[in-house]
């Protein structure tokens, strides 16, 4: 397997931020702004210093849908060393970067229409597929949910606020199982969102809410397709799917908003997705040998041809009656000698067992139908005996006498 896939995920920015500072003369920023891009910096550093193979950034650039020109500009800054690093960054857009027409431009969507190179705008459901420096990496985008957006006029025009903010999650829900189901199952896949989820621990966020919120259940995240669930919205960081797969994290925002957050750490996550552990591998070989005028020589070769050394083995053979005696277990283990673990499952084709070879089943005992039906499931000699033994017992009358066939 390749290298894991390093990946820096931040979101919750808000450059405009201004609560509890003053003026800087020498920039003409506020200090508290001076602060959030000075955590921006070290996220950029960091990123670059540690080689990072790409940067998810879960929404919301700014404190509102219309920034000034110059915190544009700084945040602009900033985006382009990544860029001119040549590492992927997407800018996903929350529910500070959405105008409140549909018609306008978001906050971050100059970096699509400059065509900024390694900068994608995510500012729609879409799966979204980087090259990066150890290959591939699909990543699903949703952004801040709108219900304009989501649901025709015609469906939400009567709703209650109630059944609109279901209709939306519904829907939400509909289009990250179709993102799903379009990913590439061999590439590392990561969900990128902004949005609130159910039993997420909230802070100071609610307090600077743009627009109206919808909450996903977390069970419509936990889909096995994503190896890593990157979220926006939330200020605290937390991680909604401890010790399971995948991680549902908030990575929380860059900076304190306010004393809300006061014991808050403040950060972003270091993730590596496509991480390959050393579990025991399985290995099921089939063997058709109907056929095969040898059918241990056939067996032998294509178990010749995989990897079974150390690994837990099924042996899973089709063959006719008239094979069964010559492949028994006892011709058969050794073929899997190197195997950790080893069965063998055998499949008989009796083209005539419904015919009994054309035999009366009413001249046979129970015994004989017994033992033709277990043969017919691939019995070893060793189960056959160890049944018919036990059936020996069932079979006997009140007087220890065997059932005779009629007529006998």
């Not at 000034?68 to 382009?80: L, V």
Request: proline residues 8%.
């Amino acid at each position: 397997m390749a290298d894991p896939i390093r990946i820096l995920h931040f979101a919750d920015l808000h450059i405009g931020m201004e609560n509890y500072g003053r003026l800087d003369p020498g920039t003409g920023l506020n200090l508290r702004v001076v602060d959030f891009l000075r955590r921006l910096d070290e996220v950029v550093t960091y990123a670059i210093t540690h080689e990072a193979d790409a940067v998810l950034f879960a929404g919301d650039a700014f404190r509102t849908r219309t920034p000034s020109p110059t915190h544009q500009r700084e945040f602009a800054q900033r985006i382009r060393r990544l860029s001119e690093a040549a590492i992927p960054t997407v800018l996903l857009v929350g529910n500070h970067d959405i105008p409140l027409m549909e018609q306008r431009a978001s906050s971050v969507e100059i970096f699509s229409t400059l065509g900024v190179p390694h900068v994608t705008v995510a500012d729609r459901p879409e799966l979204v597929r980087l090259e990066t420096r150890r290959g591939p990496l699909q990543v699903a985008t949703v952004p801040f949910p709108v219900h304009q957006r989501l649901l025709t006029r015609e469906q939400y025009r009567h709703m209650s606020r109630e059944a609109l903010d279901q209709a939306v999650s519904g829907a939400l829900v509909d289009l990250m199982q179709q993102l799903a189901a379009r990913a590439d199952p061999d590439i590392p896949t990561v969900l990128l969102g902004h949005f609130s989820v159910e039993n997420a621990h909230w802070g100071s966020e609610r307090n600077i809410m743009v627009g109206r919120d919808v909450t996903l259940p977390l069970s419509a995240l936990c889909d096995p397709t994503w190896d890593y669930v990157a979220l926006g919205h939330i200020h605290q960081h937390q991680d909604l799917n401890p010790e399971h797969v995948p991680p549902v994290v908030y990575p929380g925002s860059l900076e304190r908003v306010d004393f809300g957050e006061e014991k808050q750490p403040k950060g972003f996550c270091w993730q590596q997705v496509g991480v390959e552990l050393p579990a025991r591998r399985f290995c099921t070989v089939r063997v058709d040998v109907r056929a095969e005028p040898e059918p241990l020589a056939a067996v032998r070769a294509a178990v010749s041809r995989r990897p079974i050394t150390d690994a837990v083995v099924r042996l899973v053979l089709t063959l006719t009656p008239e094979q069964e005696p010559l492949l028994r277990d006892a011709v058969l283990m050794p073929l899997l000698e190197g195997a950790f673990f080893a069965q063998i499952n055998r499949e008989i084709d009796r083209a005539v067992r419904d015919r009994l070879e054309g035999l009366d089943p009413e001249s046979l005992t129970p015994e004989h139908l017994l033992k033709r039906y277990l043969l017919s499931k691939g019995k070893s000699e060793a189960e056959l005996a160890l049944y018919l033994e036990e059936a020996r017992a069932l079979f006997e009358g009140p007087e220890g006498e065997t059932d005779q066939a009629p007529g006998e």
